[in-house]
């Protein structure tokens, strides 16, 4: 789990790739080989593609819609106009972030797979990830109402929450550069005349293979296994006050 425009765009996201733990180390080393090929050793991230890495960024994102489509893994966002929050009530941006993921957590992790399968969260390292990390019983208190009979535990169905530092984490660097293209379509950066060519030839890339333009809907193509939520007014008011 991880975010992405918080600091400099209107619109800001969070997103998260969902997958079963077997699949956890292949789909890791296949990312660390397609690194190794194109000799980057420093972390793949959105905020990190220039114009003589593009080709290599655009396999990682060919690689990352084979796994959709073999489903392999899933992929949810959730984005929000930031300009509405008022952070100062929030406790400052981060407390803002944090509730972003907690709904992320709640709708797209624990309302959809907690009935079924126990739920590990690997959010982003950051002040955001820590504060999500206080709210786990919160996530279960407000999940648990969803789960059957056998789920209703007071630790399940999340499990288990790590800030994790995506320089470590492999599937957290994927996750960043869906993520920023998502964030970069939804803000219209393209229409920037200052907008650098890579990226907006990997966004593009991006809505290309997820059928959408600029990610103001939910695309359908891969129906549950990759979907875009948009916060219209009344969903605010699900993160007005505290967990």
Not at 217 to 229: I, M, Q
Request: net charge positive; glycine share 6%.
């Amino acid at each position: 789990m991880d975010e992405s425009g918080q600091s400099t765009d209107r619109y800001m996201c969070v997103g998260g790739i969902v997958i079963n733990a077997d699949r956890v180390d292949e789909v890791r080393a296949d990312i660390l080989e397609i690194k190794r090929l194109a000799d980057i050793n420093s972390e793949i991230k959105w905020t990190n593609l220039r114009a003589h890495r593009l080709r290599h960024y655009r396999r990682m994102v060919e690689y990352f819609f084979t796994l959709i489509r073999l489903r392999q893994i899933h992929f949810h966002a959730v984005i929000c106009d930031f300009s509405k929050f008022d952070h100062r009530a929030n406790g400052g941006r981060e407390n803002s972030v944090s509730r972003m993921l907690f709904q992320l957590a709640l709708h797209k992790g624990a309302f959809r797979y907690g009935e079924k399968a126990d739920l590990h969260l690997f959010p982003d390292s950051g002040d955001h990830a820590r504060i999500l990390h206080k709210h786990r019983y919160h996530l279960n208190n407000s999940a648990r109402k969803t789960m059957p009979e056998g789920r209703r535990s007071a630790e399940l169905p999340i499990a288990h929450i790590e800030p994790t530092d995506s320089a470590t984490e492999p599937l957290l660097e994927l996750n960043d550069l869906i993520l920023g293209a998502i964030c970069y379509r939804r803000n219209e950066r393209y229409d920037d005349p200052a907008a650098s060519k890579h990226k907006k030839n990997l966004a593009r890339l991006v809505g290309l293979r997820a059928d959408a333009t600029t990610f103001h809907y939910n695309p359908k193509t891969f129906g549950r296994r990759f979907t875009v939520w948009n916060f219209k007014s009344g969903d605010l008011r699900k993160i007005s006050s505290r967990p």
